[in-house]
Structures are given as C-alpha cells and as structure tokens.
C-alpha cells in the first residue's frame, strides 16, 4: 500500500509517500519521499508558533510542497507516476487553526486523486516512528530502530514521548495495545527546553539551542531541582524548574549561561531517564523506547541507552531524522490505523489524546 500523508499540526509543512506492507505483528516501511518545509524563521521574531500565522504558511505551502512532490525529489526530480492507494492527514493534536489547514488540503486531495482520506493522531505518528527504516548503520549514539524481526523481543517496552506538546510515559505490550502511566501536569519536555531558551536570550525553537550550548557548559554546575523524580507516580512536572532557571538568573545575573543550559538539561534529563528506568524495573519491561522531537537531544539519548545497557533491556530510538515532526510517521501511524480498523473524524483535535 503506497501512503500519501501530510502533516501540520504545528510549524513544518510535512508531506512523505510511503510504501507500507506487512501484517499488524510485521508491519513493514519503505520510504519514498519525505519532505519537510519549516516555519521556524517565520515564527522566530515572535519567540514562538503563531497559530493564525501556521495556518497561513500551511496553506501557501501545501501546493508548493505537492508540485515538488510529483517531481519525487528522493529521484533527483525526475516526474513519476505518485498513484498513492490511501492519502492520510494529521487531525490531531495540534494547533487547530495550523490541523485545518492540512485536512482541508487533504480533502480536496483525496478527491482529486479519488482515493480514501485517513485521519491520523500525530502522537501515533511519534510512537510508531521507530518502526521506520534508519538511513545509516551509524545513526548516533547508541539506540536502533525496531526491526520486523525483533518485534516479538522487545514488549513490554516503556515508551517515553518527549515533545512540544506533550511529555508522556506509556506501558506498550505490542504495537496495538499500550497504557499510560503518567504524563506531564504542566509544561512538556520540549516547551520547558523552549521557555528556558527564551529567558537565555537563545532564539525559537530553543531544545537545539540549549543541547549545543549545553555542550560547552557544566552540567553540574547549578543545582536545580529535579521535579517529582522521588514521587512514587509516573507523572512529571516542568514549570517549577523553569521558575527555577527564572530565578537563578535573577539573582546571578552574571551566571554563565552555557552552565546554566547544560545545568537545566541536565536536570531534565534526570528525570525522564530515572522515571523511565523506575517504570523498566516495575513493568519488567525488556526496552525502553525513545520518541518525540526532544528525542533528538543527544545527550538524552546517550544516557537513556546508557541506563538501558544497565538495565540489560533494549533502546529503540527512531532514526535522527524522525524525531521532530514529520509526514512519515503520520504514513506509518495511517498504516496501523488501517491494520487496525481504526478512524478517526476527520477535523481538527487539538487536544486529541493518545
Ligand atoms: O515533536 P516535535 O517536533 O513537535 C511537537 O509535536 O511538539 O517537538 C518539538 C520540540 C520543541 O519543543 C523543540 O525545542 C524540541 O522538540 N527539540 C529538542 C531538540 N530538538 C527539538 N529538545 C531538546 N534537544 C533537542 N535537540
Ligand atoms: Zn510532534
């Protein structure tokens, strides 16, 4: 089945085709094309996603982005024949305004080309992206994508979704059937990442900025506090520790700023991975899986392998290239769906859960 999906829940115009094949227990991906057209220069003057403004570039761009597609960029431009059997779009969650504008394209779309239209959750999207194929042997550091073979291995796996949006861990027993164990009660991962970047005077979006400042910083030269690590639940909590950051800066306004944001990923990073590991050793879990664009951190990535390999269970991270938004994992998640019978209305969600 060949997917044609597109996704803008947020600020990248996404559009990918892929090639999907397989059983529900070996689901199996090809990618033909995966394009990625992003607003953050757009948004960066405002320190943030504008929503009525997405919504703008969304629609501007969407028949732009298609144009290109059917001149398949992965085949150097060559014309060819698209043909998809399904088209899929991103209903939710998201920003509304920044949904509509990718479903209303996807309707007309899917009329044109007289094919079916799929709605699809984005956080699916991030929770199956491991399942596509890595571009190189080396993808850095540490972690693998699932292989068909080795479904059977590695549930239960204890997922750990780090984004924008959302900071959420789940309890996955295959690849149709998970539980969530706690989830963030106020800001997520990576808008703690961006909210910090802003008061550090780093521009939109601010997880990048702070991972490549933080390189060059001491991560254990300010201690702050790493909220609801002790508490016996699996639920997190970020904005105390932003307040914190708020704080420091206040009354040390000569901080350093690289150990400040090597200081405050550091205590991020203690958390996701020592509630992770807590959930590991309750759940018996045999891996842990890593997704979501906060998932590109790489030190996040580097410690969570690194707990893992102590734990003796497996890391699954997707491919680099997979962890912030993209059209792919919205192909792959719309394959499930199908396998799975499920569908959604096909209207913006903005808070949809998992
Ligand atoms: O999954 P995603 O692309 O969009 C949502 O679904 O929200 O995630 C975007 C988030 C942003 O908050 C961004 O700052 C964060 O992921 N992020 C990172 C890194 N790259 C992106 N956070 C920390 N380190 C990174 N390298
Ligand atoms: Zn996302």
Redesign the pocket.
């Given at each position: 089945m060949k997917i044609l999906a597109i996704e803008t829940?947020?600020d990248?115009t996404a559009v990918a085709v892929l090639e999907a094949s397989g059983g529900i227990k070996k689901p199996k991906f090809k990618i033909l094309e995966n394009i990625i057209s992003s607003q953050i220069k757009i948004h960066q003057p405002f320190g943030g996603v504008v929503p009525s403004l997405a919504k703008r570039e969304h629609t501007k761009n969407l028949p732009l982005i298609y144009k290109k597609l059917l001149r398949s960029p992965a085949k150097g431009g060559k014309s060819y024949n698209l043909k998809p059997n399904l088209v899929a779009v991103t209903v939710g969650p998201?920003l509304e305004p920044a949904l509509w504008a990718g479903i209303e394209f996807a309707k007309a779309l899917s009329a044109k080309l007289k094919k079916p239209l799929i709605g699809v959750n984005?956080l699916e999207g991030?929770l199956y992206s491991s399942l596509l194929p890595s571009k190189s042997s080396k993808n850095p550091p540490d972690g693998r994508q699932i292989k068909a073979k080795s479904l059977k291995i590695i549930f239960p796996t204890i997922v750990l979704l780090v984004?924008?949006?959302?900071t959420v861990l789940l309890k996955m027993d295959s690849l149709t059937k998970w539980k969530t164990l706690g989830e963030t009660r106020d800001d997520?991962?990576?808008?703690a990442?961006?909210k910090v970047a802003r008061l550090l005077k780093l521009p939109y979006?601010?997880?990048?900025e702070?991972?490549k400042l933080a390189k060059i910083g001491n991560p254990m030269a300010i201690d702050f506090p790493r909220p609801m690590l002790k508490d016996k639940n699996y639920d997190f909590s970020f904005s105390g520790l932003k307040t914190s950051v708020l704080y420091h800066l206040r009354d040390n306004p000569k901080e350093n700023t690289a150990d400040m944001a090597a200081s405050f990923q550091q205590s991020v990073i203690d958390v996701l991975v020592g509630k992770t590991m807590r959930a590991v050793d309750n759940f018996n879990a045999k891996s842990v899986m890593l997704c979501?664009?906060?998932a590109?951190?790489?030190t996040?990535r580097k410690s969570l392998a690194g707990a893992s390999k102590k734990y003796r269970v497996g890391f699954i991270v997707p491919d680099m290239r997979f962890?912030?938004?993209n059209a792919t994992m919205i192909a792959a998640a719309a394959y499930m769906s199908v396998l799975r019978k499920k569908k959604l209305p096909l209207k913006a969600n903005g808070n949809l859960g998992i």
């Open positions: 829940s947020c990248e998201g984005h991030h984004s924008g949006g959302h997520a991962a990576g808008e990442f961006d979006p601010g997880g990048p702070i991972e979501g664009g906060v590109a951190n790489k996040l962890n912030t938004d």
